[in-house]
């Protein structure tokens, strides 16, 4: 497991895993582009044998009091080895170098996998969204975690198993672990 910073060079791989993991509602590459080189976010790949196997995405603005995780993705053969944990606590750890003092996310209701490893985080349920998920109609788990608190207790330390998990344009879907 490599974790680097996602590059401008990074695009199709990235946009490969994505359409595999959310067929129903991938980003757009011009819409992927644009956050890969946003100032207010920080996207990294997880790399294994020179191949891009999963990657993950934070909106995070320098200074402000919040921040969004965007997306989490791992591709299938690749889950269940902690990659979705690693990059969820390296987009964490950023957030709380640029001073967020509150993480948001959503999830898929259907995905109860991605919803253990953001509770096994620190993450609680604060609201949902209707039918957010289209065309699929699915509930979007709306997920806060204090990050102070999670910081405290040593970055995630006493996190639960290795889970999958995944996350998708500050509304985590489902790819990854």
Known sequence: MSIRTAEA???DAIMA???ASFPSDAWSAEMMRAELVSPHGRYIVDEEAGRVVGYAGLRAVSGAADADIQT???DGAARRRGRGRTMLRELLRTADERGART???EVRAD???AQELYRSEGFVEMG???RYYQPDDVDAIIMRLDLAGWTVQGAGAGAGADVGAGATAGATQGACS
Request: no cysteine; hydrophobic share 45%.
């Open 72 to 74: 989490i993705t791992v």
């Open 128 to 130: 949902r969204r209707p």
């Open 111 to 113: 995905n109860p996998v």
């Open 17 to 19: 895993l994505e359409r």
């Open 9 to 11: 060079s990074d695009l």
């Open 103 to 105: 993480v948001f996310l």
